[in-house]
Nanobody
Framework: QVQLVESGGGVVQAGGSLRVSCATSGRTFSSYVMVWFRQAPGKEREFVAGISQTGDFTYYADSVKGRFTISRDNTKNTVYLQMNSLKPEDTAVYYC?????????????????WGQGTQVTVSS
């Protein structure tokens, strides 16, 4: 069983930056593919970014490419999402998720473990 706890959300002005973190329990963090999804009010939960077990492969949604960076620290069992040049349309609840083994997938159904989410609000 893996428990995921997000933190670092908040309110930021458009053009600003924010970093959200996802701390995990368990001793097998380095075997998990880690991803970030987000869900805006009235919208489906969508894939944002993913990172492989070793961190050597990352993948981003087109909407955040060049602005967001996903990273992980396997010594701290934590994955991060650095968000720069934020836009009002980035406003959402951000969730981290994990799957054991395999590759980064964009479908939410591929991920068994989810955090409770952290709110990110970008004001215009």
């Amino acid at each position: 069983q893996v428990q995921l706890v997000e933190s670092g959300g908040g309110v930021v002005q458009a053009g600003g930056s924010l970093r959200v973190s996802c701390a995990t329990s368990g001793r097998t963090f380095s075997s998990y593919v880690m991803v970030w999804f987000r869900q805006a009010p009235g919208k489906e939960r969508e894939f944002v970014a993913g990172i492989s077990q070793t961190g050597d492969f990352t993948y981003y949604a087109d909407s955040v490419k060049g602005r967001f960076t996903i990273s992980r620290d396997n010594t701290k069992n934590t994955v991060y999402l650095q968000m720069n040049s934020l836009k009002p349309e980035d406003t959402a609840v951000y969730y981290c998720a994990a799957r054991s083994g395999g590759m980064v997938k964009v479908a939410r159904t591929e991920y068994r473990y989810w955090g409770q989410g952290t709110q990110v609000t970008v004001s215009s």
